[in-house]
């Protein structure tokens, strides 16, 4: 990706391509786990420098989609951490997310382990992924946050409400996940043919009953608009997003060289302002993002408790 262009995520200095390589899919969620060996090799003899990796910790995974369990304690930051390190064979992560916000532990904790990983050179740059907006400015008064990594696409826009102005107003980047709705705008309602039974899009409630029947109809608008445009529904879909602003890199996620390059495509579909209306009113999805369980960990229902409650214990 040397020559796509680059955006600044946050303050600190961190500069990216103007859109990533969402990795989940290639170990969990989406269908069988691929080829660990085959999913890190494309970190192997190239210039570390020019190859930016974000990984993150505290999820721990059950039996089954919605069985997690949440850990913000040092002693888990770091075991996460070193481990990462160990299986990605780097020397530093470039940006290390806390995955979900711990309501047990003080964001401050939390960011103590990861200023400390910092101070230590083992990651470059701090982020959170699904934190509210209260969260967000705790953990960035213990060290400075460079990326708020949250879901961010035609199908999901909860968090232009409070969350991203707050990471605008403290200079922090933004990291939208699932830009492609999980897959719905790279295949529309195929998506769901051959879909395996781990595969985290069995339980998405958008993808199932009346929801989905709603869903086709909003999808065949914006497959004909993006005829309009000369392009895929895929890549007008991460367009909208990439019009955004220059704060924003989204990491849609493929195991497939065609697939990534047909992503970077979307970076020359040009919308205007006219385009970006029609496209948010015809986006109209019904049914949650998420399971409820797994909504249950997610950033409009977790509070970090406060830092006084830690010290009282």
């Known amino acids: 990706m040397s020559n796509v262009k680059k955006v600044k995520l946050g303050s600190q200095g961190l500069e990216v391509s103007a859109i990533g390589l969402g990795c989940m899919g290639m170990s969990y969620a989406y269908g069988p786990a691929k080829p660990e060996e085959e999913m890190i090799g494309a970190l192997k003899g190239v210039n570390r420098e020019n190859v930016q990796v974000a990984t993150k910790f505290g999820l721990r995974f059950g039996d089954g989609f919605g069985e997690l369990e949440v850990h913000g304690e040092p002693e888990h930051v770091r075991a996460c951490c070193e481990a990462s390190l160990n299986r990605l064979g780097v020397d530093y992560i470039d940006l290390y997310y806390a995955h979900r916000i711990d309501p047990k532990i003080p964001i401050e904790i939390t960011m103590g382990e990861l200023k400390k990983l910092v101070k230590e050179g083992k990651i470059k740059y701090i982020g959170l992924s699904e934190a509210n907006p209260e969260t967000i400015r705790r953990a960035h008064d213990v060290h400075p946050i460079t990326a708020v990594q949250l879901e961010w696409s035609l199908w999901t826009r909860d968090a232009q409400e409070e969350v991203i102005p707050t990471c605008r107003e403290l200079g922090i980047g933004i990291v939208p996940f699932a830009p492609l709705g999980s897959g719905f705008f790279a295949s529309g309602p195929k998506v769901m043919d051959k879909l395996t039974d781990d595969d985290y899009r069995k339980v998405l409630p958008r993808l199932h009953g009346k929801n989905f029947d709603h869903n086709k109809r909003v999808y065949e608008q914006v497959r004909e608009m993006a005829h309009r445009k000369g392009c895929t529904p895929a890549q007008l879909a991460l367009a909208w997003v990439q019009h955004q602003g220059d704060d924003v890199c989204p990491i849609p996620g493929t195991t497939k060289i065609v697939n990534l390059n047909q992503n970077l495509g979307a970076l020359s579909v040009k919308l205007t302002a006219h385009d970006m209306v029609e496209l948010e009113?015809?986006?109209?999805?019904?049914?949650?993002?998420?399971?409820?369980?797994?909504?249950?960990?997610?950033?409009?229902?977790?509070?970090?408790?406060?830092?006084?409650?830690w010290k009282s214990q």
């Open 281 to 309: 009113s015809m986006a109209s999805f019904k049914g949650a993002r998420m399971p409820e369980k797994i909504l249950a960990t997610c950033y409009k229902n977790v509070d970090t408790p406060p830092l006084s409650s």
